[in-house]
Nanobody, 130 residues
Framework: VQLVESGGGTVQAGGSLRLSCAASGFTFDDYVIGWFRQAPGKEREGVSCISSKDGSTDYEDSVQGRFTIASDSAKNTVYLQMNNLKPEDTAIYYC????????????????????????WGQGTQVTVSS
């Protein structure tokens, strides 16, 4: 299983970025893929997650309405469109994957499942200046 993030960068507040998570080495539609972020001095948190099997999604409250997650099975890629970015969105963003079998009926961004049973990318830096 390999996950490669891209699309990070530096933008001004109010700007937009689109992150990509390219997946390989597994059957894409059998997985839930999530975006997590970790800001300096803070714990990692779930941002948004999507089930490639049925398209169901989950968003952290602070990004609801600003971020959109989407899955492209033909490209084995999950995108995170981030609009109206705020300085507090500054963090390293990671994508991670866990099988739908392990996820079961739980909340899609149940981070501990990804930690215990999933695979992670190397991360991409997002910096939002005020």
């Amino acid at each position: 299983v390999q996950l490669v993030e891209s699309g990070g960068g530096t933008v001004q507040a109010g700007g937009s970025l689109r992150l990509s998570c390219a997946a390989s080495g597994f059957t894409f539609d059998d997985y839930v893929i999530g975006w997590f972020r970790q800001a300096p001095g803070k714990e990692r948190e779930g941002v948004s997650c999507i089930s490639s099997k049925d398209g169901s999604t989950d968003y952290e409250d602070s990004v609801q309405g600003r971020f959109t997650i989407a899955s492209d099975s033909a490209k084995n890629t999950v995108y995170l469109q981030m609009n109206n970015l705020k300085p507090e969105d500054t963090a390293i963003y990671y994508c991670a994957a866990v099988t739908t079998l392990i996820m079961g009926p739980r909340i899609l961004c149940s981070e501990q499942l990804y930690v215990d049973f999933g695979s992670w990318g190397q991360g991409t830096q997002v910096t939002v200046s005020s």
